[in-house]
């Protein structure tokens, strides 16, 4: 699926605390399901920044998550010593 441009998608894993309620409240669409916590999504502009901070709050030390739109790729990773990192790799940084 190729998301329209006020779409984002997002492979999400490592946040074992976020439920399928927590996404949906969000208007975040689960496309499919890898294992219990894995989960493809598709994200609407509107919610991506509740989204990603949720992603911040959520995800275990040692994952990432990466959230990808036309523009660019947003990516979050949680260090192991719990610090949150953001990059986007965009045309512009690339």
Known sequence: M???QHE???FLMGVDAIADDDLTNLGVKILERHGSAARGLLVPAS???PYSALVC???SPGFWNEIVGCQG???IFKLPDGTVKEF???E???
Request: glycine share 0%; charged share 5%.
């Open 57 to 59: 709050a959520q995800l």
């Open 8 to 10: 984002y998608l997002s």
């Open 2 to 4: 190729i998301p329209e």
């Open 47 to 49: 919610s991506l920044s």
């Open 88 to 90: 986007t790799l965009s």
């Open 92 to 94: 512009a940084t690339s």
């Open 73 to 75: 790729i947003l990516f």
